[in-house]
């Protein structure tokens, strides 16, 4: 199975993909790590980090595991491709937004957060409230953390995950 988690950054996704992979089993494919080491590696990262984080996805998923993508995945075209990476691979996929309704929160989640990745910089509020994330035009699953925990953003998924 592939579980997509999306949402902007601060919002939570890592945590819950963290504790979503231990509670599954899966691999944890987190977008910013391949990010980040592709510019470790002196390369200048635009959509390679997607590409690499699609294939790492399709192989596991191959293998039988369950793979959770972590990652903004903010326009049709990523949504587009990582549900192709579950067809190619023959397995369901589940699209999981996560999103923060209190701006409040989720602004000081933004500004005192420190980055557990070497070198990755973190975005300012003000350039997270600009970028340029489009509308969902599908069904999903949203999990809104400010009115969830961790424990029970994970039971969330998994119940949604067995209803497929």
């Known amino acids: 199975m592939l579980i997509i988690l999306s949402g902007l950054p601060g ?3 890592t945590t819950i993909a963290r504790a979503l992979t231990s509670a599954t089993g899966g691999v944890h494919v987190r977008i910013d790590s391949i990010e980040q080491a592709l510019r470790r590696g002196g390369l200048t990262v635009e959509a390679e980090g997607y ?28 949504r587009d491709a990582w549900r192709a990476v579950g067809a190619r691979a023959g397995v369901p996929s589940i699209d999981v937004e996560i999103t923060c309704s209190d701006v409040h ?3 000081r989640r933004v500004e005192t957060r420190t980055s557990d990745v070497p070198g990755l910089e973190l ?8 970028r340029d994330y489009r509308p969902w035009d599908r069904e999903r699953l949203v999990i809104d953390t400010a009115r969830s925990d961790v424990d029970e953003s994970v039971r969330k998924i998994r119940e949604a995950i067995s209803e497929l």
């Open 11 to 13: 919002v939570g996704k």
């Open 105 to 107: 929160l989720h602004r």
């Open 51 to 78: 590409v690499v984080g699609y294939a790492v996805a399709e192989d596991n998923l191959r293998l039988g595991r369950t793979v959770i993508a972590d990652s903004v995945n903010p326009w049709p075209l990523t």
């Open 123 to 130: 975005p300012a509020w003000s350039t997270l409230v600009e």
